[in-house]
């Protein structure tokens, strides 16, 4: 089972950037995924997560209105559409997964599938 993210970069404050997870060894269908991020010095913050086959979604309350996940199956990828990018929102970015009948709170406990993450700079 392996995630892999790529779409990291430097952008400037209002900015844009989308992040893609690609997942292999599996299929998306029957588990909840999420986007984490951490900032040198600070914890590990859920960003969003979805819970693929339920449509349930979660955001992190520092990103709501500005970031949307989606899925695509047929790509057996997720994706982290990052709008209106202030500094506050550079970290390393990283997706993870789990199985679970227990919707998620999306908290970096609950995963145990992780890609190796991708940075992102908000800079200008």
Known sequence: LQLVESGGGLVRPGGSLRLSCAASGFTLDTYHIGWFRQAPGKEREGVSCISMGKGR????????????????????????????????????????????????????????????????????
Not at 84 to 110: F, G, H, M, N
């Open 57 to 124: 979604v979660i955001y992190g309350d520092s990103v709501k209105g500005r970031f949307t996940i989606s899925a695509d199956n047929a790509k057996n990828t997720v994706y982290l559409q990052m709008n209106s990018l202030k500094p506050d929102d550079t970290a390393v970015y990283s997706c993870a997964a789990y199985v679970s009948d227990i919707p998620t709170r999306c908290a970096p406990y609950e995963f145990d599938h992780w890609g190796q993450g991708t940075q992102v700079t908000v800079s200008s």
